[in-house]
């Protein structure tokens, strides 16, 4: 009810682009289409959409990230088996004693620093 499919698509075709014209590839999108009263698989903190993916390219959850801003993100990454999580503040607040992220960080770009050692 946030916006249209539709209307998904196109910003997600825009942001592909910017992505591409910096050199980054992205491989696939995965979204939950499903209201969060439905009892889909795919809807965080359910780790459907991760086990697609992993199923997909044979990724290797446990040396794998997951960048997030909210818990949710965070219950999806480690019921799928990503641990190295980071939870990113980007004008959300939370209670980091409550969180199970492993890294909390205020800005995304402060995560290359983190990833690359």
């Known amino acids: 009810g946030y916006y249209s ?8 075709h825009w942001m592909n682009q910017q992505f591409r014209m910096n050199g980054i590839n ?6 939950c289409p499903h209201s969060p009263t439905a009892k889909c698989k795919c809807r ?9 993916a992993q199923k997909k390219y044979n990724i290797n ?9 909210k818990e949710d993100d965070i219950i999806a990454a480690n019921s799928s088996g990503i641990f190295k999580t980071i939870l990113v503040k980007s ?12 890294y909390f960080l205020k ?11």
């Open 5 to 12: 499919e539709g209307d998904f698509q196109k910003l997600n």
């Open 26 to 31: 992205i491989l696939s999108t995965y979204y």
């Open 44 to 52: 965080k903190p359910k780790p459907g959409m991760f086990l697609k």
């Open 61 to 69: 959850m446990k040396e794998s990230w997951l960048i997030g801003d």
């Open 91 to 102: 004008g959300h607040n939370f209670d980091e004693s409550k969180s199970d992220a492993k």
């Open 107 to 117: 800005s995304i770009f402060d995560s290359i620093e983190l990833i690359s050692d």
